[in-house]
């Protein structure tokens, strides 16, 4: 009986052996008989919408020693350090203590290291390809592209955001060892690597060099805390540009200093929040064509003539406007006449009759208070207040673009939406994704969230944002020849919640043709020295964005 119980007793250890845990162990002893080099994966390219290469890669190498596989440490070490610059017996101590069957010894070094390395034909010394993460264009769109970590894993931006489909997978290159860890000849397999996707984005090249320029120039000249815009097609909610100084090179990232590289790379038109100021009037005059178009009695008709008063009281406190309305100025305002002056009393006027449940229709069709949806990491949503706890002077200021924080790619998009027939779409980054050998193999087509206006109420607004710069606060931004129009904002900042004396956001959302957008652009500049005015401070560098638009498409002036 003693004799049965023990047979089974040992038939059942073997059976757990083999069949149970046999894969398991298995595995180890693979692990055991052999070593492998990795085969890294190339990174996934990313391209303009145009195929113009914005980020690539470099053939580099890695160097690894075995330990149990090296003849003479010391001498190993001596050369090693020798090729490298480092000190030989730290790297001697290092082969020497490794407790890993593979020590990687360098990384991303050129091929003239490896040459170099193979004359000495040191055993239980090798080498793999590996790849370095190279920009072409150093600074341009570094805010948005991102960086890679050293073992090229997206860390910011859309290297970040898409990195499963940019990553790729790793393959090896397997040899068979004997007892002590040498190879045995003639034993290699390999397992090929599967290079990551390609990324083509909805980015134009050419306009992203006119935009960043431009960025530029009035970050020499005003030398804010940052100047940024977006350029948009507002047919599909393509992003064609995002652009900010100051900037970063992207082959040269300050890792070593994270505050720094936090505020460089971060991508402020997404993922930061402002009160826009009259850049918001657009939205409001949108709202309120709508409703007169809808038969709403408490909308304003575009003839409408607004009390000629400089100030209005609401709730006990006094809305003023920027003008002193003295000789004559701002009287006899129609709608057309409050854009181009930019008086927040009449912005005030029309919020307050439409009043807070249909205005907040509006701003929620509009996609205020919520993400747009676009393909990248770290969107705020804004802040709106809860509608229920809006008082009479926050509707107010909110019509004005006062008590109301917007990101930049929220306010781009909703005056996209007000001024292309209605259309609101989820802005995208990038268009498709392909395999190396250019077959794709995701198309991310633009998508209709919603309807916000009428095609009726987007041609009104659109001639009248025309009239602003042909004839009003935004005519710094007008071309001779091109239907031009657009919108200025100077806000006030506020810190600790109390104004911030001196410091303003200025501003300029402009579009063109106006009869059939095409182009739109927001530009936003964050504290400017001296000059504050968005009329003076953005709009003409929305002018210099739009006319290098112009140069590098070719667009003729209109007859």
């Not at 390609?198 to 935009?211: F, G, N, P, R, S």
């Not at 009695?297 to 309305?325: E, L, M, N």
């Not at 207040?385 to 019509?399: K, Q, W």
């Amino acid at each position: 009986m003693a004799v049965a119980f023990l047979f089974l007793l040992i038939f059942a250890r073997f059976f757990y052996l083999q069949v149970v845990d046999g894969e398991d162990l298995r595995y180890l002893a693979l692990d055991q008989w052999t070593r492998e080099i990795p085969v890294i994966a190339a990174r996934g390219v990313i391209k303009d919408r145009n195929g113009v290469v914005l980020a690539d890669n470099r053939t580099a190498y890695s160097v690894f020693v075995r330990p149990n596989a090296v003849e003479d440490v010391q001498m190993t070490a001596v050369t090693l350090a020798s090729l490298l610059g480092e000190d030989a017996d730290a790297l001697q101590e290092r082969i020497s203590s490794a407790s890993v069957s593979e020590l990687t010894v360098t990384k991303h070094v050129d091929r003239s290291f490896t040459e170099k390395l193979e004359e000495y034909d040191l055993p239980g010394v090798y080498y793999a390809q590996d790849n370095v993460r190279v920009y072409p264009y150093g600074e341009l769109l570094s805010r948005v592209l991102g960086f890679t970590s050293s073992d090229n894993i997206g860390l910011t931006g859309l290297e970040k955001y898409y990195d499963a489909y940019l990553s790729g997978t790793d393959g090896e290159i397997a040899y068979f060892t004997d007892l002590v860890g040498a190879e045995v000849e003639g034993s290699a397999s390999y397992l090929p690597a599967t290079d990551g996707m390609d990324l083509t984005l909805t980015i134009d090249y050419e306009i992203q060099a006119v935009a960043e320029a431009a960025m530029q120039k009035v970050y020499e000249e005003y030398s804010p805390a940052v100047a940024q815009c977006i350029v948009l097609d507002p047919d599909t909610f393509d992003i064609l540009a995002m652009a900010a100084a100051p900037s970063y090179d992207l082959n040269d990232v300050p890792r070593d200093d994270a505050e720094l590289l936090n505020e460089l790379s971060r991508n402020n038109l997404v993922s930061d929040i402002y009160e826009p100021g009259s850049t918001f009037k657009i939205i409001t005059a949108a709202a309120n064509i709508e409703e007169y178009y809808k038969g709403n009695p408490d909308a304003f008709s575009p003839q409408h003539v607004f009390s000629s008063s400089r100030t209005r009281s609401v709730d006990g406190t006094t809305i003023r406007c920027w003008s002193d309305h003295s000789n004559g100025k701002h009287s006899n305002q129609t709608l057309a006449e409050a854009l181009n002056n930019s008086c927040n009393p009449c912005f005030t006027d029309i919020a307050l009759s439409l009043g807070t449940e249909t205005f907040y229709d509006y701003l929620e069709l509009f996609g205020f208070g919520k993400v747009t949806g676009i393909d990248f990491s770290g969107e705020a949503q804004g802040m709106l207040l809860t509608e229920s706890a809006v008082r009479a002077c926050d509707l107010a200021r909110i019509g004005f673009g006062q008590t109301v924080a917007v990101t930049a790619i929220q306010l781009a998009c909703a005056a996209a939406s007000a001024v292309n027939g209605g259309y609101y779409y989820r802005p995208r980054l990038v268009q498709s994704v392909s395999s190396a050998d250019g077959s794709v193999t995701e198309e991310i087509s633009p998508v209709l969230v919603n309807r916000t206006v009428s095609e009726q109420t987007s041609e009104l607004l659109a001639s009248l944002l025309e009239g602003v710069v042909s004839n009003g606060s935004g005519s710094r931004a007008y071309i001779e020849g091109y239907k031009v129009a657009g919108k200025t904002g100077t806000a006030q900042k506020f810190e600790d919640g109390v104004i911030a004396q001196g410091k303003y956001v200025s501003s300029f959302l402009g579009f063109f043709p106006a009869d059939d957008p095409q182009y739109l652009a927001l530009v936003i500049v964050d504290e400017p020295v001296g000059a504050y005015y968005g009329s003076i401070v953005a709009a003409p560098a929305a002018r210099e964005i739009f006319e290098g638009i112009i140069e590098v498409k070719g667009i003729e002036p209109y007859e």
